[in-house]
């Protein structure tokens, strides 16, 4: 099976900070540091939820969360956390269901 395009951009981002390429803006985010990588994904999760917030917009709510991906996994690589980490932990989540609190009661009506 060929692989997706979420695990080839993860190898591409660690790549990149091995070989820092001449006009990567991934290097460059790595080059800033930390901080800047952090700020970006605020500013694209702010992104996500006003194109959410409009209607019939689906393209731009697309493009606002692959920005936002993107920049995850630019922390994730910085970060040494693998795409395996995320999945080991989501495979570990998806044994359990009913995870609404108990204290909580059920929504009726948004
Ligand atoms: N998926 C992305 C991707 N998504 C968003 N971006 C960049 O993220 C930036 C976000 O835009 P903004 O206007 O918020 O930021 P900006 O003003 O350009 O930059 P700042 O001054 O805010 O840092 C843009 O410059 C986009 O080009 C991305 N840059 C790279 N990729 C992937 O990363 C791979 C490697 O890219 P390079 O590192 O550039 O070679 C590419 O092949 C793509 O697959």
Known sequence: MAKNELQVLYET???RKEHAEVGSYTA????KGLEKILKKIGEEATEV???AMK???KEEI??????LLYHLFVLMAE????L???NNE???RSQKSGNLKPERKPVEKY
Request: zero cysteines.
């Open 49 to 51: 939820i006003i194109a």
């Open 79 to 82: 970060k040494n956390i693998t």
């Open 84 to 86: 395996d980490d995320v």
């Open 13 to 15: 981002l660690l790549d």
């Open 55 to 57: 209607e019939n917009n």
């Open 62 to 67: 697309v493009n606002e969360i692959s920005d």
């Open 28 to 31: 460059y985010l790595y080059e």
């Open 90 to 92: 989501l495979e570990k």
